[in-house]
């Protein structure tokens, strides 16, 4: 019975030194090579400085850039809150909410449908990318508030639409960060 007890322990160090230790190790290193700039968080600099990451969203509220989905990680795009609201369909909060946002920006383009991702928050509430849609949706807004043609903006949101991974895999999507660094160069 002894020597089950050693052998139990060893496999238990052996395991935990290989599976914990060695393997994280040889595969960072390995995307560390092969994908250095995914694995280093995907950031995006402008002027050598780090301003944000594909990955991640982060608060835009100007009328002269496009907003990303809402967030309900902490108190807003806190990427050490990550999470959604866990409120059920059938949550009073949540539906006054979401009719509030819709009621706004019904407003904003009156006759035109809003987009769902405009008014519900992603499961991780970071979501950098919006619907083609959401991001046309706001193009009026955004060409009143930099005097720029909306069909300009129009066309760099189509620039910026990243179809489905194997044509396939997810939605179209647009990366709300880069979309807005590609407007402010639009306006230079």
């Known amino acids: 019975m002894h020597s089950v007890w050693k052998t139990s322990i060893r496999y238990t160090l052996?395991?935990?030194v290989l599976l914990g230790l060695g393997y994280p190790l040889v595969v960072t290193g390995i995307?560390?090579?092969?994908?250095?700039?995914?694995?280093?968080?995907?950031?995006?600099?402008?002027?050598?400085?780090?301003?944000?990451?594909?990955?991640?969203?982060q608060s835009f509220t100007s009328d002269r850039y496009f907003h990303p989905r809402p967030s309900a990680a902490g108190s807003g795009y806190d990427a050490s809150a990550s999470g959604g609201s866990n409120l059920a369909q059938s949550s009073k909060t949540l539906v006054?909410?979401?009719?509030?946002?819709?009621?706004?920006?019904?407003?904003?383009?009156?006759?035109?449908?809003?987009?769902?991702d405009m008014v519900t928050t992603s499961a991780s509430?970071?979501?950098?990318?919006?619907?083609?849609?959401?991001?046309?949706?706001?193009?009026?807004?955004?060409?009143?508030?930099?005097?720029?043609?909306?069909?300009?903006?129009?066309?760099?949101?189509?620039?910026?639409v990243i179809s489905r991974q194997l044509g396939v895999l997810g939605e179209a999507r647009v990366n709300v960060l880069e979309l807005n660094l590609d407007l402010d160069k639009m306006t230079k």
């Open 31 to 57: 995307a560390g090579v092969l994908l250095p700039h995914k694995a280093g968080g995907s950031l995006i600099l402008k002027d050598g400085q780090v301003i944000g990451s594909e990955l991640l969203a």
């Open 96 to 116: 006054d909410r979401i009719q509030g946002s819709i009621d706004k920006l019904s407003a904003e383009n009156p006759g035109l449908p809003v987009p769902i």
């Open 125 to 160: 509430g970071l979501d950098p990318d919006v619907t083609p849609d959401n991001a046309i949706f706001q193009a009026r807004r955004i060409s009143k508030a930099r005097g720029i043609d909306e069909d300009r903006i129009r066309k760099l949101v189509q620039q910026h």
């Open 14 to 16: 052996v395991t935990a």
